[in-house]
């Protein structure tokens, strides 16, 4: 992606075994404003700050457990020192109908752990550093569904402190679509890197002609709508992020021309994106 100032962290760097790669330490001081083009897991064991992420704080506390999808920017701030365990998670690993779940959530998998439940999701983590350390006989199998279990256990306990942890589950199920999942799968992992409907067509197996009249019979919008509407919404958290110029978000939303992302953001939104930028971040 050009023009982008911030830290990014790849995949293929981080992640020796194409699996997850697991960091136990202590975080003592602000953490720059960065991002990932794979998903990350970080549980705090001990210590407080902030979780500054696309634009939004969250408080963190022992027990405290965050799950970062590539879509998301944030940045770290240490009001006592932080014990925590990070997993860098390759997105292959990641079950389509999690990646559809959590990418297209409005807001942070955030959720603070307490009783049991911590006790259940400390003793995945523990689990799965033993393996990473070990390097035993089907040691990458274990890790691989040590990760599914863990991604699950925080996913569920998002969903249960906002009182709605299956809602998300039934909408996708109820379409029972595999064609839908794998495609908004994909889509929501390669959407600012412009995917056509052939593109994706062809990766998904299918003609374009049959994709784009099952992709609006399930979305309710067409393909073309669909992506549009989430470079926006990846737009509207760069704004808030960061000091990136509108120029700049432009082209890391998607965007080949600013003329373009101007006259749809206005569209979309009522306002120009550096109107946008002022109002929210007026708020304090």
Request: with cysteine.
């Amino acid at each position: 992606m050009n023009g982008l100032k911030y830290r990014r962290l790849v995949a293929e760097k981080e992640i020796a075994n194409g699996i997850v790669d697991v960091k136990k330490k202590t975080l003592k001081n602000y953490y720059e404003l960065h991002w990932h083009d794979f998903f990350e897991i970080t549980y705090y064991f001990e210590g407080r700050g902030q979780n500054i992420i696309n634009g939004k704080k969250y408080d963190i506390c022992p027990g405290s457990a965050v799950f970062l999808t590539p879509t998301d920017y944030h940045e770290i701030l240490v009001d006592e020192p932080m014990t925590e365990v990070t997993l860098m998670i390759n997105p292959d690993v990641i079950d389509d109908e999690l990646v559809f779940n959590t990418v297209s959530l409005d807001e942070a998998v955030f959720c603070v752990f307490r009783g049991e439940e911590r006790e259940k999701l400390e003793f995945l983590l523990e689990m799965l550093q033993n393996e990473f350390r070990w390097n035993k006989q089907y040691g990458l199998s274990c890790q691989k569904n040590l990760v599914g279990l863990i991604v699950a256990q925080v996913v569920r306990g998002f969903g249960s402190a906002r009182g709605t942890e299956d809602s998300a589950e039934r909408s996708l199920a109820g379409k029972n679509e595999k064609l839908f999942k794998k495609a908004m799968s994909y889509i929501l992992m390669n959407f600012t890197n412009n995917p056509g409907l052939a593109e994706i067509s062809e990766h998904l197996g299918y003609s374009p002609c049959y994709f784009s009249r099952h992709f609006h019979e399930l979305a309710g919008v067409s393909y073309k709508e669909y992506i549009r509407k989430l470079r926006l919404n990846h737009a509207k958290r760069l704004l808030v992020s960061g000091d990136m110029s509108v120029a700049e978000v432009a082209t890391n939303s998607g965007y080949a021309t600013l003329q373009v992302f101007l006259a749809d953001f206005k569209k979309v939104y009522g306002e120009t994106p550096t109107a946008f930028r002022k109002r929210y971040l007026g708020k304090g």
